[in-house]
């Protein structure tokens, strides 16, 4: 979280880290808590594969559609980041 706090202030033309941007960063970690915790076992196991599968496997992996629920949520985080 530390690095994302770094990146943030960083992105802003005066690169200083005031509370307001770390509570922002904050937000979306636990966002992306929640988000993690309404992934279905399946969903688990072919991000694992993505993570941890080497190039031939990859290959031959199939391409999975994003869940909606997913989508929303992403959404809410942009429209709360905004």
């Known amino acids: 979280m530390v690095i994302a706090w770094h ?3 960083f992105t802003l ?10 509570q922002n960063v ?9 988000l993690k915790d309404t992934w279905t076992q399946d969903e688990q196991k072919i991000l694992e594969k993505l993570f941890f599968a080497s190039e031939e496997e990859m290959k031959g992996s199939e391409t999975k ?3 909606v ?14």
Request: proline content about 5%; charged content about 25%.
């Open 13 to 22: 033309p005066d690169a200083v880290l005031t509370p307001d941007i770390m």
């Open 26 to 34: 904050l937000a979306k970690f636990h966002l992306q808590h929640q």
């Open 65 to 67: 559609t994003v869940d």
């Open 69 to 82: 629920k997913n989508e929303a949520m992403l959404k809410q985080q942009e429209e709360t980041m905004a």
């Open 7 to 9: 990146d943030a202030a």
